[in-house]
Nanobody, 119 residues
Framework: DVQLVESGGGSVQAGGSLRLSCVVSGFTERAPYMAWFRQAPGKAREGIAD?????APNYANSVQGRFLISKDKNTLSLEIKSLKPEDTAMYYC???????????????WGQGTQVTVSS
């Protein structure tokens, strides 16, 4: 079975940084397409960044410049700098054998890791 396990979330003050990680296992197809999403309370799930099978990144316009996505073998990472209170959300990684971009149509999802930013 495919599993995605996120880690690295926490409570930080505004201006701080965090590095989230997602380890994927059980994927028997070619290397999957992967992405990071976030969902704040009462809001829809938002695509942040995705990578293709070669690791080439794509970012949502809303997070350009402060977020850095990277992929190394079976680990997807998201580095977030200059955190703001509005970055508070549950962060999820997702994977699929087909390209899904920043749409929430990925087949496989992790359980999420909470990021809380205080002012």
């Amino acid at each position: 079975d495919v599993q995605l396990v996120e880690s690295g979330g926490g409570s930080v003050q505004a201006g701080g940084s965090l590095r989230l990680s997602c380890v994927v296992s059980g994927f028997t197809e070619r290397a999957p397409y992967m992405a990071w999403f976030r969902q704040a309370p009462g809001k829809a799930r938002e695509g942040i960044a995705d990578v293709d099978r070669n690791g080439a990144p794509n970012y949502a316009n809303s997070v350009q410049g402060r977020f850095l996505i990277s992929k190394d073998k079976n680990t997807l990472s998201l580095e977030i700098k200059s955190l703001k209170p509005e970055d508070t959300a549950m962060y999820y990684c997702a994977a699929d054998g087909l390209y899904r971009g920043l749409t929430p149509e990925y087949r496989y999802w992790g359980q999420g890791t909470q990021v809380t930013v205080s002012s």
